[in-house]
């Protein structure tokens, strides 16, 4: 019976977890029926929606009860259980089974998406895996007491790096089955995507090597996809990985099978859960062609009886023909033996393996009655994994009296440990009068709660104990020390991570462990810490690996920008980054946290080929324990500008903060307002309005006088610094000299400053920003640094020039430069037909001034019959105004007064104009010329515009005010008393 079906898919989203809730995450997912949609984070339009076979809510919207278990928290609840999963995918499963259908069922996300917590469940919050063996075994039971003996077989494979292991029992033979129906339950590892790091390929090769089951998973989902669609596919790659290779009949094979794609609800995961949903999306394509299994064991039986039979039959009938055919039925005689004798061995091998089985498992039942009376008994150590579903399940107990912990047992209660940073003898554990002290030897790595230990020390219960480099256990103390509010569940790998991070390297972020993490924290720094807890214990394994392999190289995790700020004083972006230091050389590097990971990967194969060969492999094309010399940034010191928005000189001493937020050295700073000659303003020059600066010259000076207690010297002689900054924006960064071989050491450095036209851009950035000093360290063979003058303007007397510096304009210079060129030569053509349309503007104005004069001189010469009066009589003509004042103001003198402020103002007016008429690219030969020329006009324009308006603007209403006092004058002198 063959059922033709198509592989159902489905989407579960989780509850945000507590990484995310510290990062104040916000969910994209919504859900609705059999569609699940997604929300692009950084478009709020832009969202997606994908149908599957079953859509499950998990996210809110549950309580949890008195055992632990989590249930909808009301009627109207959308939340879907672990119990609800099992009802609708975990009994078709087991129906598809018992009617003698392969079934299959497995989860797929990325790491941290839950495929665990569905499989295997968590507390009372039992999986898939669990509640179909409790209902398989239920109806076993059932059926037994029906149809008499009735067998089921279990197996549990392990696949990592491409190794299979049986971690249970041993696989009966399909073939010595009545009936089978396979039930594959699959727990994936994360489906992250694979990065390589910069320019180094390690990271892709060794990734996908590490993740082949995954990439070919992947390949094969897309081809049988393709299959499905009608495209043409000459190839499946089933045979390219071992897990591919098992589940082959679960996709596009003999199988009725069930993918649940995890995934979570957070935007910071927004391109992993969309590469999820597409590939989920993929898979529904895949079709299946699931049959009836029958037995090969039952008709192999049968086929042999009516062999026989028939055998019997033809010697009886040879038998009555005579001796003719002695030959034949000698051989008909032996076939039948034969057959007796086969049948007889497969009844024997089942009776076999069936006592075999039944031993194995009495002494796998006799070791957990064992284990639970020594943990009633005794205390113990547990073993904490990264992976949840591997902690708790070692258990090494501590027996009365003296035992011994390290690579080689002396006594058989000593604890035998494998892995890095663990000697032949490694620490000693005294049991005794209700109290165990544990004692490293010879210094061994040994720390408790996360803080080293050298000495006796006497464990307490639930003391988190790190053995060597990743050897993470749970003291559980003897019976009366425990109690009913123990949560051994709550120190997980995450606690012991957070711990360790808080203590050695994370001081700064006092955030306390795992999901504790406070709901106020900064996100960023929240983020950052997950980062550099997830990135301590590689560390560890790093330099342990170092030390065994006397490389002399040590790996230090630090945060980057902890504590730095930007030009403005707001925080830079956080990362986690690692120092390498030479112990021989004292040489350093910094390696990004990728970079880093990228190395692990290779340090951890030559390791691995020094314990299998004893030697270490040569490196050919590069020592994945070390690089090449290069600078470091060592730290930064902020300098503020405001005061030379007042002409006032500045000088103090500033802090250079290093990464961990500490002083890294102190440097003596100048900022001097000068004249063009470079002569020092005195205390006249200062000003109140920083605007009476607007439009004018400017002219000031940086000087790095000195530079004290240098700790990058201080730690190795040889060393060097140099310092550099950024000003206003400019194309490249100044670097003063390089000094060497001295930790307090004079600087005679300047460097002098000018801006030809003060704008209101610059004058916001002396208010609001800081020169941020960069402190650079040196190392014996790095190239200094130099300052790239090509890329900045100079004045003539050698001044950087900053009018062309924008800082809001400035872009790249695409590489493109013809296209470059040309959208440089029509923006100047845009340009020059703005300072036309200003020019026409500007004769515009000339134009109504003149006519504006000419209707002040008329005024003027109004003759006194006009019929205006004042108060006292009528008024005197212009000629009588010399030797009589006037009660009323002068009309004269106001329109002189706002002519002359016009005048004034157009003058600075004008002034632009010639200077942007005048103004050249410094090479037109240059991109980079042209494009600081492009935003200079741009600028100027700008600027240019809003003054002429400005002006414009300002004299018409002095004048319509003047007129309009004028009239109500008049109105009030021609007016009744």
């Not at 149908?51 to 249930?71: A, K, P």
């Not at 396979?182 to 990065?195: C, F, K, P």
């Not at 995450?494 to 808080?502: G, H, K, P, R, W």
């Not at 945060?559 to 230091?581: Q, R």
Request: aromatic content about 8%; proline content about 3%.
């Amino acid at each position: 019976m063959i059922n033709g079906s198509s592989l159902k898919v489905a989407v579960r989203v989780r509850p945000f977890n507590q990484r995310e809730k510290a990062m104040r995450s916000k969910c994209i997912i919504s859900m609705a029926g059999n569609n699940c949609t997604i929300l692009d984070p950084k478009d709020l339009q832009n969202k997606r929606t994908f149908t599957f076979d079953y859509c499950y809510w998990s996210t809110d919207g549950y309580i949890e009860n008195d055992q632990g278990v989590f249930l909808p928290n009301g009627p109207h609840s959308r939340y879907i259980s672990q119990e609800h999963v099992f009802n609708e995918l975990g009994r078709a499963v087991l129906e598809n089974a018992w009617n003698g259908y392969n079934a299959t069922i497995f989860s797929y996300g990325q790491t941290g998406s839950g495929k665990s917590y569905l499989m295997t469940g968590y507390g009372g919050n039992k999986g898939l895996v669990p509640m179909i063996c409790e209902a398989l075994f239920q109806e076993i039971k059932q059926r037994q007491s029906k149809d008499g003996q009735f067998y089921v077989y279990f197996s549990m494979f392990e696949i990592y790096n491409e190794q299979v292991q049986d971690l249970l029992s041993k696989v009966f033979a399909n073939q010595f089955m009545t009936k089978h129906s396979e039930i594959n339950l699959v727990d994936l590892a994360g489906s992250e995507r694979q990065r390589s790091a910069g320019t180094a390929p390690d990271r892709f090769n060794e990734a996908r090597a590490i993740n082949l089951s995954l990439t070919t998973l992947g390949n094969v989902i897309s081809s049988l996809s393709d299959k499905a669609v009608g495209k043409r596919v000459q190839y499946i790659p089933y045979r390219n990985s071992i897990l591919t290779r098992l589940l082959s009949t679960a996709l596009g094979g003999n199988s009725k099978t069930i993918m649940v794609t995890m995934i979570s609800p957070a935007d910071i995961y927004y391109d992993e859960t969309m590469s999820t949903l597409r590939f989920a999306e993929r898979a529904k394509n895949v079709q299946n062609r699931a049959v009836i299994n029958e037995s090969l064991t039952e008709q192999l039986l049968m086929d042999l009886k009516e062999d026989n039979t028939g055998l019997r039959a033809r010697i009886a009938d040879l038998e009555k023909a005579g001796d003719v055919h002695i030959d034949e039925q000698e051989v008909l005689k032996k076939l039948i033996v034969d057959n007796e004798r086969q049948l007889k061995d497969m009844q024997k091998s089942w009776q076999q393996k069936l006592e075999e089985a039944r031993r194995e498992w009495e002494q796998q039942y006799s070791c957990i009655i064992k284990e639970e009376q020594m943990m009633a008994e005794l205390p113990y150590f547990l073993n904490v994994n990264e992976d949840p579903q591997l902690s708790g399940a070692v258990k090494h107990f501590i027996h009365h009296g003296i035992t011994t912990i390290g690579r080689t047992a002396g006594l058989q209660q000593d604890i035998v440990l494998k892995g890095l940073g663990i000697l032949d003898k490694h620490a000693v554990l005294t049991s005794h009068d209700h109290k165990v002290v544990l004692e490293p030897i010879n210094k061994a790595r040994i720390l408790i709660n996360g803080v080293p230990v050298l000495t006796k020390h006497q464990l307490q219960h639930l003391d988190r104990v790190i053995i060597g480099s990743c050897s993470f256990y749970l003291y559980v103390g003897f019976p009366h020390e425990r109690n009913d509010r123990d949560k051994i569940h709550k120190y997980n790998y995450e606690f012991f991570a957070s711990e360790l991070a808080s203590i050695e390297g994370f001081g700064k972020v006092n955030v306390g462990m795992g999901e504790e993490l406070k709901e106020n924290l900064d996100p960023d720094l929240a983020r950052i810490f997950h980062d550099f807890i997830a990135i301590m214990p590689m560390v560890a394994q790093a330099n342990q690996i170092s030390e065994e392999l006397n490389k002399g190289v040590i790996f230090e995790p630090e945060v980057k920008n902890l504590t730095s700020t930007d030009a403005k004083g707001e925080g830079l972006e956080k990362e986690i980054i690692v120092k390498v230091i030479n112990k021989v050389t004292k040489q350093v590097e910094i390696w990004p946290r990728d970079k880093f990971t990228d190395r692990k990967l290779l340090i951890e194969g030559i390791y691995q080929h020094f314990l299998e060969n004893g030697t270490i492999p040569n490196m050919v094309e590069q020592d994945p324990f070390w690089d090449s010399v290069e600078i470091l940034h060592l730290g930064s010191a902020h300098v503020w500008l405001e005061t030379l928005a007042y002409c006032i000189a500045y000088e103090d001493q500033v802090e250079a903060i290093n990464y961990r937020g500490k002083e890294e050295a102190i440097i003596q700073i100048r900022l001097l307002p000068c004249s063009p000659s470079g002569n020092p303003l005195g205390e006249e020059s200062v000003i109140v309005d920083p605007d009476d600066l607007l439009g004018k010259r400017m002219d000031f000076q940086m000087q790095i006088t000195l530079c004290l207690g240098v700790k990058w010297i201080q730690g190795n002689s040889s060393r060097g610094v140099q310092i550099g900054f950024m000003m206003y924006g400019l194309p490249a960064m100044l670097y003063t000299p390089a000094v060497w071989n001295n930790a307090n050491f004079e600087m005679d450095y300047t460097m002098c400053f000018m801006i030809q036209h003060v704008t209101a851009d610059f004058l916001s950035y002396l208010k609001t920003h800081a020169v941020v000093l960069e402190l650079w360290g040196l190392q014996e063979g790095c190239q200094e640094m130099e300052t790239e003058f090509a890329h900045v303007a100079l004045a003539g007397n050698g001044s950087v020039l900053l009018d062309l510096c924008y800082r809001n304009q400035w872009t790249s210079v695409p590489q493109d430069s013809e296209k470059c060129r040309s959208k440089l030569s029509e923006q100047l053509k845009m340009l020059e037909e703005e300072i036309e349309n200003l020019k026409d503007a500007n004769r515009s104005l000339k134009s109504e001034n003149i006519k504006m004069q000419r209707e002040l001189e008329r005024l003027r010469n109004l003759p006194s019959s006009s019929g205006l009066v004042t108060n006292g009589g009528p008024m005197k003509s212009a000629n009588d105004r010399s030797d009589q004042k006037s009660p009323f103001p002068s009309w004269d003198a106001e329109f002189a007064k706002a002519l002359k402020t016009f005048y004034f103002s157009m003058i600075g007016v004008r002034a632009r104009l010639i200077h942007l008429k005048e103004v050249r690219p410094l090479d037109e030969g240059r991109i980079l010329c042209l494009r600081y020329f492009a935003n200079e006009r741009n600028q100027l324009i700008e600027e240019l515009g809003e003054e002429l308006e400005s002006c414009v603007g300002k004299l018409k209403n002095d004048i319509a005010k003047i007129i309009k006092r004028k009239k109500e004058l008049q109105i009030d002198a021609v007016s009744p008393p």
